[in-house]
């Protein structure tokens, strides 16, 4: 089994920072990439923020171009999301999401960015 556990979401105003990090534990043999999604709310649907792969690639979400920055410390398979600049439409619940062999995601924790 494979736990994730995030941290770092709170209350910001608009133009502020937030880092949310997720730390992986469990029997993790081969992860193939880490990530962020999130679900606003009143929306059914998530959608992916920005993944990390074991080799660095980052993937991010047109959205959070060049306010987000997704980072990852293999030693200690944990992944942080650096979240500037943000705004009013980034309030949601961010899940971290572990890509191996299977999906596995965390309970998520909210974000709130008031105007």
């Known amino acids: 089994q494979v736990q994730l556990v995030e941290s770092g979401g709170g209350l910001v105003q608009a133009g502020g920072s937030l880092r949310l990090s997720c730390a992986a534990s469990?029997?993790?043999?081969?992860?193939?990439?880490m990530g962020w999604y999130r679900q606003a709310p009143g929306k059914q649907r998530r959608e992916l923020v920005a993944t990390i792969t074991s080799i660095g690639s980052t993937t991010y979400a047109d959205s959070v171009k060049g306010r987000f920055t997704i980072s990852r410390d293999n030693a200690k398979n944990t992944v942080h999301l650096q979240m500037n600049s943000l705004k009013p439409e980034d309030t949601a619940v961010y899940y971290c999401n572990l890509l191996a062999a299977i999906n596995y995601w965390g309970k998520g924790t909210l974000v709130t960015v008031s105007s």
């Open positions: 469990g029997s993790i043999f081969s992860i193939n990439a």
